[in-house]
């Protein structure tokens, strides 16, 4: 593609980087096919190329912008799948970023969107805050005749069957230890995360059993209770920042003096973001090497788990006592697409789940986003609704008696009674021994 930048507007390195990224754009429209908006649009506006080229004209002439503009880059989930297919290589995500903080720059939302905005940013990361929250959302439905009409699409959101209490993984420093009388096969760093604490307390507790049988000592830090993904994709910036800070401080703390040797997510979207630190931070002297280092030694818990002997694991009497049921039971596999895109996963926590006895099928379109996207099905009702309908039907079409994801975001997103949804973690741990998911 080409740009017209003046040499002044290239002195700004966010706007030299949109040039490169733009010039390999070639405009071939190998993303429209799987951009899950324009799946359901076909407005070319909602799709990879159709938005960069707004984004070229965004930040050559920030004049001139539209309102129309920013209504298209807000329903990009972000999902990724357009890095998938290029075959140019064009960095999609870091140009929607420096497009949409353009964008609030020029144009300033109307204030009942930024005060969502900010309540959500203030609200999800806090474990906490988000488990009240929904317990005082489920009694607004009793009064939702009385409601905004777009606070009411957020009550929708809320899920019905709500944990007791949050996790208590992540609410102080602790060690986990090794499932071993030797010394640990490795030593990590797990991030408890946020909206998962709060949604599905059992991941945590489930990745920390299946870790410490393998072997493996799990340390957590209260420190760092959010990634800053989700304030950070919604454009608080402020808020987003002082995570990640946080986060690189404490684990890079712990991978140079030895208490650990990796740091490992089991949330993808996490993941996707703690990967890339390393990049957010580049042009800061002062935390460059450091958020290079925690990204460098950062792995989903798959990747982990792939390193591991399961061989003791299938072989213990807890884990015998499982194998029947597990081997009858058929799994559909749905590939979150931070994993899948974002990390560039794919077929691993699938093997990892058939070497463990699962059948297992994808779906059709396994490529499509659920409609989750953080929380995208919160400010994106329509589309993130038409998306989940769409996942569902393939999911269903498999035939199979639950779904595994990576993700807390895919899992609250899909979860039904008819077809629970579970991380793939879960499932594993039952077939190491653990109690039956769903």
Avoid at 395 to 400: I, K, M, R, V, Y
Wanted: contains cysteine.
């Amino acid at each position: 593609m080409q740009t017209h930048f003046t040499t002044e507007q290239l002195n700004d390195p966010a706007i030299a980087r949109a040039d490169s990224i733009l010039r390999a754009c070639v405009h071939c429209g190998f993303c429209t096919a799987t951009c899950p908006t324009f799946v359901l649009t076909g407005d070319e506006r909602d799709s990879p190329r159709g938005r960069i080229w707004m984004m070229r004209e965004l930040l050559e002439n920030p004049e001139s912008v539209s309102v129309d503009t920013g209504f298209h880059l807000d329903r990009c989930l972000g999902c990724l799948s357009c890095t998938t297919t290029c075959p140019s290589g064009v960095d999609y995500p870091h140009l929607l970023d420096i497009g949409r903080a353009k964008m609030a720059e020029q144009v300033r939302r109307p204030w009942g969107e930024r005060l969502m905005r900010r309540m959500l940013a203030r609200i999800i990361p806090h474990a906490g805050r988000f488990h009240i929250m929904m317990r005082l959302a489920r009694m607004g439905r009793l009064f939702r005749w009385a409601i905004p009409v777009a606070m009411r699409r957020m009550l929708d959101k809320v899920p019905t069957a709500i944990p007791a209490r949050i996790d208590p993984v992540g609410a102080t420093d602790a060690v986990y230890p090794a499932d071993t009388e030797s010394e640990p096969v490795r030593r990590v760093a797990m991030l408890a995360g946020c909206a998962s604490r709060a949604l599905e307390p059992d991941i945590n507790a489930a990745s920390i059993r299946l870790l410490n049988r393998l072997g493996v000592e799990v340390r957590v830090y209260a420190q760092i209770h959010c990634c800053g993904a989700l304030a950070h994709h919604i454009g608080e910036t402020e808020q987003a920042d002082t995570s990640v800070h946080k986060a690189v401080a404490r684990w890079h703390d712990a991978l140079a003096n030895g208490e650990v040797d990796a740091i490992i997510t089991n949330a993808s979207g996490c993941g996707t973001m703690v990967k890339d630190y390393g990049d957010m931070l580049q042009h800061d002297p002062e935390w460059a090497a450091k958020a290079a280092a925690v990204s460098a030694a950062s792995f989903d818990i798959s990747e982990v788990l792939a390193q591991c002997d399961w061989t003791a694991s299938f072989t213990h009497p807890a884990a015998k006592a499982n194998t029947d049921a597990v081997a009858k039971t058929r799994l559909a596999y749905h590939s979150a697409c931070s994993l899948q895109h974002g990390q560039n996963i794919h077929g691993l926590p699938k093997r990892l789940l058939q070497q463990a006895g699962f059948t297992v099928v994808e779906p059709r379109d396994g490529h499509l986003c659920c409609g989750s996207a953080g929380v995208y099905n919160i400010l994106q009702p329509d589309m993130a609704d038409g998306l989940k309908s769409r996942k569902l039907d393939t999911l269903h079409a498999t035939g199979a008696a639950a779904v595994a994801a990576g993700n807390i975001g895919c899992i609250t997103q899909l979860n039904a009674p008819d077809v629970p949804v579970r991380h793939t973690i879960q499932f594993l741990d039952w077939a190491t021994g653990g109690a039956k998911p769903f």
